[in-house]
């Protein structure tokens, strides 16, 4: 498994991916100068697979390689994950 995070900003979304398969989402909200993290999403066929982490450390990276925004988690599983992973502490609005 190969999995990769991009980001399509026409949709408000990053996207996990392995290869051209679609494996989870996140979506978001632009607020000025913040993202709302709004909504993972992984399909109900890959539950349990793990891929949540991936999904959520993948954006929060992704997003912090862009340089632009900072974020509020407001998708209950991402802010769990902010505060378990202080790392990304940086990040918050």
């Known amino acids: 498994m190969s999995l990769e995070i ?3 900003p026409d949709k408000h979304r990053y996207v996990l991916s ?3 398969e679609f494996m989870g989402e996140i979506e ?3 607020d000025g100068t913040r993202l709302l993290l709004i909504r993972a999403e992984v399909p109900l066929e890959k539950r349990g697979e ?6 959520t450390r993948g954006t929060l ?3 912090r390689a862009e340089g632009t925004y900072s974020v509020t988690p407001l ?5 769990k994950y902010m505060m ?3 790392e990304f502490d940086d990040l918050k609005a």
């Open 61 to 63: 990276n992704a997003i």
């Open 84 to 86: 378990k992973n202080p």
């Open 75 to 79: 998708c209950p599983y991402i802010a």
């Open 6 to 8: 991009s980001h399509e």
């Open 50 to 55: 793990g891929l949540g982490i991936p999904l």
């Open 28 to 30: 978001y909200q632009i």
């Open 18 to 20: 392995d290869g051209d």
